[in-house]
């Protein structure tokens, strides 16, 4: 996730401090992504200092309200207009972990994956209630947070998926494992 290009966005929008920035990000995307505060101005800390946000005033209190600057504002429709690059695909701990198991001695990788499908699944259920609720609501605002549910809905459903598939090899590849292992103590 780019928070640097997150925060931008919304300035894009309007000026802002960095709580108002933070609350935003989280309704906008529907609280998916734990959003820290310090992440938050460390992030325009930087922000200013690459000539991207500016800050415009204070609120009368302790807060700096920022405000981006047209290389800001070209940043920003740079990163609407070109698509998210999968260069190199995101770590993926539960594949590691599964991958790491099959090649280690006394790992029940079985039950290692009947025990991620029930996490799995009610991580689902979870999302699937969440975007229930959601979905009822009147507020077209909500949208954003729908389709954020939508996209953790539709990972968690591969990841079944996948957990599915993995026990269905294991079930395959368990004869001939057996048979080869028989074969190399004889």
């Known amino acids: 996730m780019s928070v640097r290009h997150s925060l931008l966005a919304l300035l894009h929008d309007r000026p802002r401090y960095g709580y ?3 609350s935003e990000f989280h309704e906008r995307t529907g609280s998916a992504w734990p959003l820290n505060i310090g992440q938050v101005y460390t ?9 991207l946000v500016r800050k ?9 309200v920022y405000g981006i600057t047209d290389e800001g504002s070209g940043q920003v429709r740079a990163w ?3 698509p998210v690059e999968r260069s190199a695909p995101p770590r993926n701990e539960l594949a590691i972990k599964l991958s790491l198991a099959l090649t280690l001695p006394g790992v029940d990788v079985t039950a290692m994956i009947r025990v991620q499908r029930a996490a799995s699944l009610a991580v689902l259920q ?34 079944v998926r996948w957990l599915d598939l993995c026990e269905a090899r294991m ?12 074969t190399a103590e004889r």
């Open 20 to 22: 108002q920035l933070r």
């Open 80 to 82: 609407f207009s070109s």
């Open 171 to 182: 079930a395959q590849l368990a004869p001939a494992a057996v048979t080869a292992s028989a």
């Open 56 to 64: 415009e005033r204070g609120d009368g209190g302790s807060q700096v």
């Open 126 to 159: 979870e999302y699937t209630k969440s975007r229930r609720d959601t979905a009822a609501s009147p507020r077209s605002a909500d949208l954003a947070g729908l389709l954020v549910l939508d996209s953790l809905i539709f990972h968690a459903e591969a990841e």
């Open 43 to 51: 992030t325009l800390d930087r922000l200013e200092r690459d000539g």
